[in-house]
């Protein structure tokens, strides 16, 4: 939330699957708009009730690659962030795997 106030982001999109990683960024009330994407149907609905969280159920993500493509596309989507726009992604790393967040990258979308 710091790095994202400190950068003026669109948005941070966290990658998660039990929701702890959205909870977390929440819990500082960043003003940048917080996007969930999850892969669990369940942590999605849950999700709806976080502040401040916009929860979007999706694929979950194989590659480091494909993981910030989905972001940039999501963010766009959704209407968090425009072209050029600078957002901060976190996910853990390895993939597939609760509890794990240990990754955080800023891009241009």
């Not at 003003?31 to 942590?43: G, M, Q, Y």
Request: proline share 4%.
């Amino acid at each position: 939330a710091d790095l994202a106030e400190a950068v003026r982001a669109a948005a941070i999109v966290t990658y998660t699957t039990s929701g702890t990683t959205a909870a977390r960024v929440a819990r500082k009330r960043p003003a940048s708009s917080i996007l969930a994407l999850t892969p669990s149907l369940a942590t999605s609905r849950r999700l709806c009730l976080l502040w401040g969280a916009h929860s979007v159920h999706t694929d979950d993500v194989d590659s480091y690659e494909e993981m910030t493509a989905k972001a940039g596309q999501y963010a766009r989507a959704e209407g968090f962030a425009k072209p050029n726009d600078i957002i901060v992604v976190t996910a853990g790393i390895p993939f597939h795997t609760v509890g794990n967040t240990n990754n955080i990258r800023l891009m241009q979308v």
